[in-house]
């Protein structure tokens, strides 16, 4: 198994603490808890971050917004349009947001909107 760098560890160990608070919200406002990294394209391999099988609605967390990161440059950006374009025609709903609002309130009543609660 390949050892992760210092910078590796500390972006997974963020990731997973951003996943503990976002699901903690999400059981305090009794929301049910979404798949992770959900492969929704029988082909590709193209996941949303969060997943909400029964309603058919994905939410994405862009990072790197502000400093220059993968879905703003160019490529990220034109290769995450086709990723949400195909996503849609596939029946899929989506919203985005970035890390800083995941357990926002504006997040978390757009997501009760989509799944109906």
């Not at 492969?39 to 997943?51: I, L, N």
């Amino acid at each position: 198994m390949k050892q992760l760098t210092a910078k590796q560890q500390i972006a997974l160990h963020k990731k997973k603490s951003a996943i503990v608070s976002f699901f903690k919200v999400l059981k305090a406002n009794n929301i049910p808890l979404p798949i992770i990294e959900y492969q929704f394209h029988p082909e590709r391999k193209w996941r949303f971050d969060y997943y909400w099988q029964q309603n058919r609605f994905a939410l994405e967390v862009e990072g790197g917004v502000w400093t220059g990161g993968r879905h703003t440059r160019g490529t990220g950006f034109l290769k995450d349009m086709e990723k949400y374009n195909t996503a849609t025609i596939m029946g899929f709903r989506i919203i985005r947001t970035v890390p800083d609002d995941l357990t926002s309130d504006t997040t978390i009543r757009m997501i009760k909107q989509l799944i109906n609660i």
